[in-house]
């Protein structure tokens, strides 16, 4: 079976940090493109971060930039999205996602798949 996963979420307090980690099982994610996306409730899914197939591009939301880094270790088929400076507006469930490429621009869900089943992200004191 062909998936990703993602783990990591949990509740933070205002000014904190959490690793997210997307694992893929079934292929290697080498050859592929990850994104990063999350939906707050009642709001549609919008994407935060991309990263090329080799990391050596890299792209953010605006709403995420110098606060959220996306990384990659191919040798372990996992894609990291190190998330600081928290703030009670991430609260969200996050996904992880693969493409053929990472685009330069909004970070649009089309053309991504093999999507994870999500964690909990919970911003709140």
């Known amino acids: 079976q062909l998936q990703l996963a993602e783990s990591g979420g949990g509740l933070v307090q205002p000014g904190g940090s959490l690793r997210l980690s997307c694992a893929a099982s079934?292929?290697?994610?080498?050859?592929?493109?990850i994104g990063w996306f999350r939906q707050a409730p009642g709001k549609e899914r919008e994407g935060v971060a991309c990263i090329s197939s080799s990391g050596g591009f890299r792209n953010y939301a605006d709403s995420v930039k110098d606060r959220f880094t996306i990384s990659r270790d191919n040798a372990k088929n996992t894609v990291y999205l190190q998330m600081n400076s928290l703030k009670p507006e991430d609260t969200a469930i996050y996904y992880c996602?693969?493409?053929?490429?990472?685009?330069?621009?909004?970070?649009?869900?089309?053309?991504?798949?093999?999507w994870g089943q999500g964690t909990r992200v919970t911003v709140s004191s």
């Open positions: 996602a693969a493409d053929f490429r990472c685009f330069a621009g909004t970070i649009n869900q089309n053309g991504y798949s093999r």
């Open positions: 079934g292929f290697t994610l080498d050859r592929f493109a």
